[in-house]
């Protein structure tokens, strides 16, 4: 294909991507000119280049086009829904042809007159009638001999009281919008319009910014993604020699070139790293459309749009994430009417979500509808013989509602352009596993539906476990393994059986197990002591025996063998650092293999869940000794990883002990001055990562994780421990995690200094933070000063809480937030509701004057750096102080 072409293609494609989407803002605020500036300059270009490259018919359309837009901008025609919808389809038809352009390199043969007729006609001052709305009729109706409904209706041919006669006994959907085209040189429209659209709330503008970019070619970079992996792979292998030798001259080169292929491999990541709003960018159309074909009033809200991931991952998440949410617009989103008498809003309300958690993707897709009613399905799962009435009777309203990802599940009643061929969530789930991800469901009769998609950042390097079964070497990417568990005579953990099925008892959870040996039919061993790798596939749990766990590694994923495709245990094969080539193995196919295990463990899992509603203030803990016989302990969501250091490789420089870890210079500390390292052999050591730094905790022996309730019943004024609570019936040190994060970086993570007041009143804090790992990091230190704590991820979830008659003390919020930030947050509140007055403390890394002075401007009551923890617990106490003095 000429290179012009191609390019014109390309672009062309981007910018109807844009307009699609901006058409759409603008019929909700007709008045936003930046929105009305932009589309009319990307179908001007769109025109300009087809004259250029000797394109006719694309051109003669995106004039048409033109034309209507030009008028919205001069102010000369009204934005309608009506208009919009016939640009809307114009777009479609320049789709078309850019479609068979890109075929054949030439302009495909059709006749777009209809079409350019009506845009010209309303281009010259009337309204018109869309086909789509035209074909909405499906019986014509006789007005005259000569006119009918059911096809485009010219100026004059009809009157007011004819049209309206015809669409009043029309057979077609209600609510529907139809206009007449009238002449521009008659003093008004024939009819303007017999139902118009109610306007929606002025969009929140936005400002574009110039960027400076180059376009490169797909597989150029994919090329270089490739030599990059080989590059890593010998990178490793480079340093497996350098581990095997005590004392190299080659030792400093090589952690440098280690350093550098990290940094090269980042910088080619971020190549390949797109927004997931790319992948949204079709979504308000959809919705736009399927508003008005069924009738029903929705509001898309897209928050976390510029989270990105791999170019890979993002085309193979495309059609599931366009599927849940016609899904959810269909199924969930009740009528108006519905809507009204439940005393919900008319408007229901489609709300996408993504964040980056862990190494990997958070999606979130949930709605305000009816919910998934278990009644209605369970009818469904007996008619298509799937359970017994007496399986069903046993079930928990959740276990029911996951019926709807099984293969030509459906509860539509008829089959429609939208749903009911029975082809939905099965594949859904199905594309999501195949890439390594889970899906989750939460849902509520009369409430709405919740899907969680878990999905990798990328699929070209990963980090994975490296275990070991009857002498042979497997990887389990990382994104799957929960926790490790040791097996031996000794541990308290022990390996039994059920009904035949080997199990495991972890906290209280009977937890099915699979054994490797056995699946690979490798030959089982008689050890003394083995490994559970506690694995998570959806939302089924269940523990893989291996009998060796090695280190976590960075490796390349390569495709498996064609021979061995159909082996469902792998998902690719990768070369370690010694040089020896491993299998990968995949949980979702072990999982598939083992499906009667899955069986039990979703009744086990309900059980889990329904105990949840209990025990949703459990925190899980990592116990561990350090120093002493005393038991210590930290939130286990705030430990990135658990190593196992060689002595030999700590260093130490500026008085200052340290360990390369993953590329980088990592500080290692000792709980207190009692503790010391290790003189040979391995030290373990608890990895605490916030954003891009990584710290180590030396300690002495890692005891176990624990999930009960965290109450601290002793505060402590010793540095470096909140409190003492009481876990696992002993008495536990609560060790404060960002005073060692101080100590590791300095000062520069803190503010001003304040004196620390605690309180006692059982004050109840709302704390709003995007970072998982600030949270946990705040709560146990709130939790020792007495306050009760409630955390939420983003400002709409706290928004949401208010909505629901939620009542808190004071407000504690992030600045740098997804979404909506933290300055819009405060705004939003103060403005009106029943936190009009509610005390706002802003937690920033940013901790300049003028921010503070930005702060106070949106409503927040103080400004206190983060990780500056004595300041935050002052001026939580300051706030409550004034609240009780002016009450």
Request: with cysteine.
């Amino acid at each position: 294909m000429d290179d012009l072409l191609n390019e014109f293609l390309t672009e062309t494609a981007e910018s109807i991507d844009v307009i699609d989407v901006e058409l759409v803002k603008l019929e909700q605020n007709p008045n936003n000119k930046g929105v009305l500036d932009n589309i009319f300059r990307l179908v001007h270009t769109i025109k300009g280049t087809c004259g250029f490259l000797g394109l006719p018919r694309l051109e003669a359309v995106a004039h048409a086009s033109e034309n209507v837009l030009g008028k919205f901008r001069d102010g000369e025609l009204e934005v309608t829904a009506g208009a919009v919808s016939i640009v809307l389809e114009s777009l479609d038809c320049i789709k078309e042809i850019l479609a068979g352009l890109a075929s054949t390199e030439a302009e495909p043969v059709g006749n777009d007159k209809d079409l350019i007729g009506r845009l010209n006609v309303c281009a010259s001052g009337g309204a018109a009638v869309s086909k789509k709305t035209i074909q909405a009729v499906e019986k014509p109706i006789e007005l005259r001999s000569d006119v009918h409904l059911g096809r485009e209706l010219l100026p004059g041919e009809i009157s007011l009281e004819e049209l309206e006669a015809a669409f009043n006994a029309a057979p077609g959907p209600d609510d529907e919008d139809i206009v007449l085209i009238a002449e521009a040189d008659e003093p008004e429209p024939v009819i303007e319009s017999l139902k118009q659209p109610e306007a929606k709330a002025e969009a929140k503008g936005e400002t574009s910014i110039g960027t400076q970019s180059i376009r490169v070619n797909v597989d150029l970079l994919e090329n270089l993604m490739n030599m990059v992996s080989e590059l890593v792979l010998t990178r490793n292998q480079l340093l497996q020699i350098l581990r095997r030798s005590s004392d190299s001259e080659f030792s400093v080169p090589l952690q440098r070139l280690s350093q550098c292929t990290t940094e090269l491999q980042e910088g080619v990541m971020k190549t390949r790293m797109q927004p997931i709003g790319n992948a949204w960018a079709k979504l308000p159309r959809i919705i736009r459309d399927l508003s008005m074909e069924l009738n029903k009033k929705i509001d898309l809200q897209m928050i976390g749009a510029e989270t990105e991931l791999d170019r890979q991952v993002l085309e193979l998440i495309k059609d599931p994430l366009t599927h849940m949410v016609r899904n959810s617009a269909d199924h969930g989103i009740e009528m108006p009417r519905d809507r009204a008498a439940s005393g919900k809003a008319e408007t229901g309300t489609i709300r996408l979500n993504a964040y980056h958690e862990g190494g990997h993707i958070i999606v979130e897709v949930a709605d305000d509808g009816a919910g998934l009613k278990v009644g209605k399905l369970k009818q469904k799962i007996l008619q298509k013989g799937l359970a017994s009435e007496a399986e069903l009777a046993d079930m928990s309203d959740l276990q029911v509602q996951k019926f709807i990802f099984h293969p030509g599940f459906s509860t539509a009643e008829a089959v429609t352009n939208i749903s009911g061929r029975g082809v939905g969530m099965d594949v859904v789930r199905s594309n999501i596993e195949k890439i390594g991800g889970t899906i989750d469901l939460k849902s509520v009769e009369g409430k709405g539906t919740s899907f969680s998609i878990k999905i990798p950042l990328t699929l070209a390097i990963v980090s994975a476990l490296i275990v070991e079964c009857s002498t042979e070497r497997f990887a389990i990417p990382q994104i799957s393994v929960l926790e490790l568990v040791r097996v031996s005579g000794d541990s308290e953990q022990q390996i039994e059986h059920i009904n035949n099925t080997p199990v495991m008892r972890l906290r209280d959870r009977l937890l099915p197990l699979i054994s490797l040996d056995k699946v690979l039919a490798l030959g089982s061993k008689d050890l003394e002591e083995r490994f559970i790798v506690v694995t998570q596939v959806g939302a089924f749990t269940f523990g893989i025996v291996v009998d060796r766990v090695f280190d976590t590694e960075e490796i390349v994923v390569k495709p498996v063998a064609p021979i061995l495709r159909d082996l469902q245990v792998y998902s690719g094969n990768t070369i370690l650092g010694d040089g020896n080539v491993i299998m990968i193995l995949d949980p979702n196919g072990i999982a598939t293999l083992t499906g009667d295990i899955l069986v039990d463990n979703d009744h086990m899992g309900e059980a889990d869940a329904r105990a949840e509603i209990v025990a949703e203030d459990r925190e899980s803990m990592l116990l561990f000794r350090a120093g002493s016989e005393t038991q210590r302990a930290v939130p286990l969501s705030l430990v990135a990883r658990l190593e196992e250091i060689p002595v030999e490789s700590i260093e130490a420089a500026d008085g200052a002990l340290m360990v390369q870890y993953r590329g980088q210079l990592m500080p290692l500390l000792l709980v207190d001055s009692n503790c010391s390292l290790k003189t040979s052999g391995r030290q373990p050591v608890l990895v605490f990562t916030d954003n891009e730094r990584s710290m180590g905790i030396a300690v002495d022996e890692i005891i176990d994780i624990v999930e009960e309730k965290l109450e601290i019943e002793l505060a402590s004024i010793v540095p470096g421990i909140i409190g003492t609570a009481v876990l696992a019936k002993k008495a536990t040190e609560i060790a404060d995690v960002a005073f060692y994060l101080t100590r590791a970086f300095g000062e520069k993570l803190r503010g001003a200094r304040r004196k620390t007041v605690a309180s006692d009143d059982g004050r109840h804090v709302l704390m709003v933070d995007d970072s998982a790992f600030f949270r946990n990091l705040l709560k146990p230190l709130l939790l020792a000063s007495g306050y009760k704590v409630t955390s939420v991820a983003t400002a709409s979830e706290a928004l949401k809480l208010r909505e629901d008659g939620a009542r808190f003390d004071v407000i504690v919020s992030d600045i740098e937030m997804p979404g909506m930030d933290g300055f819009a947050f405060a705004s939003t509140v103060r403005k009106d509701g029943a936190w009009a007055e509610t005390p706002i403390v802003a937690l920033s890394a940013h901790a300049t004057p003028q921010d503070f002075a930005r702060g106070r401007e949106v409503g927040f009551n103080d400004y206190v750096a983060k990780f500056d923890r004595d300041a935050l617990l002052a001026s939580l106490s300051e706030q409550l102080a004034r609240e009780g003095d002016a009450a």
